[in-house]
């Protein structure tokens, strides 16, 4: 689990006691266990907390941890220092970017996986990538390329024969993919 210096919990407790409507704070990561990682801590409000967070008591305030987050928060550090500045609150998760994936793990992790480990490494020789937009109640796979892909006369082979495949391959409870991607703009294309 995380965890929160005496300083940071402080600090914390000094802007919370600040805001109104405020019942704590909610700390996640977007987009968990790939390259584009980021830990958050966000003021957290009535809406704001899923089912499945996990919530804990902290000296002056409650936190709420996101479900998903959780095995990538691992190890995580939250501290504050003072500085001429004031100070400066800094997180630490040496694991969030970390792929950490499993039978049991949501089927958005076990996507990213194969992308980020399987796909883009192929992709970049290209100078492209994809990822992962969301996954469709009916199970599909919303994609969007970037880079060398974006507008690329061969996206549509890329993403049948390639990207498709390996994921219904090791993933078969996905249905197929679909791509998001703007290839008008050719501006970065491959080909």
Same mark, same amino acid.
């Given at each position: 689990?995380?965890?929160?210096?005496?300083?940071?919990?402080?600090?914390?407790?000094?802007?919370?006691?600040?805001?109104?409507? /405020?019942? =704590?704070?909610?700390?996640?990561?977007?987009?968990?266990?790939?390259?584009?990682?980021?830990?958050?801590?966000?003021?957290?409000?009535? =809406?704001?907390? %899923?089912?499945?967070?996990?919530?804990?008591?902290?000296?002056?305030?409650?936190?709420?941890?996101?479900?998903?987050?959780?095995?990538?928060?691992?190890?995580?550090?939250?501290?504050?220092?003072?500085?001429?500045?004031?100070?400066?609150?800094?997180?630490?998760? #040496?694991?969030?970017?970390?792929?950490?994936?499993?039978?049991?793990? #949501?089927?958005?992790?076990?996507?990213?996986?194969?992308?980020?480990?399987?796909?883009? #490494?192929?992709?970049?020789?290209?100078?492209?990538?994809?990822? @992962?937009?969301? /996954?469709?109640?009916?199970?599909?796979? /919303? @994609?969007?390329?970037?880079?060398?892909?974006?507008?690329?006369?061969?996206?549509?082979?890329? @993403?049948?024969?390639?990207?498709?495949?390996?994921?219904?391959?090791?993933? #078969? %409870?996905?249905?197929?993919?679909?791509? @998001?991607?703007?290839?008008?703009?050719?501006?970065?294309?491959?080909?």
């Amino acid at each position: 689990m995380i965890t929160i210096t005496e300083q940071a919990e402080e600090y914390l407790v000094e802007l919370l006691e600040k805001q109104e409507n /405020v019942l =704590g704070v909610r700390i996640y990561i977007n987009d968990p266990g790939t390259p584009r990682a980021e830990t958050c801590i966000a003021y957290c409000r009535d =809406g704001d907390i %899923q089912d499945d967070d996990l919530a804990h008591e902290y000296a002056g305030f409650k936190a709420w941890f996101d479900n998903r987050s959780l095995v990538f928060l691992e190890e995580a550090l939250v501290d504050y220092a003072q500085d001429k500045m004031g100070g400066q609150l800094t997180i630490k998760a #040496p694991n969030a970017k970390m792929p950490r994936v499993n039978d049991d793990s #949501p089927l958005e992790d076990r996507i990213n996986y194969v992308l980020y480990n399987e796909v883009n #490494p192929s992709l970049a020789a290209h100078g492209g990538e994809v990822s @992962l937009v969301e /996954v469709t109640d009916d199970k599909f796979a /919303v @994609l969007r390329f970037g880079g060398g892909c974006q507008g690329c006369s061969a996206v549509s082979y890329t @993403l049948k024969d390639g990207v498709e495949k390996t994921l219904l391959q090791q993933l #078969p %409870q996905l249905k197929g993919v679909r791509d @998001l991607t703007d290839h008008s703009d050719r501006s970065n294309a491959f080909y």
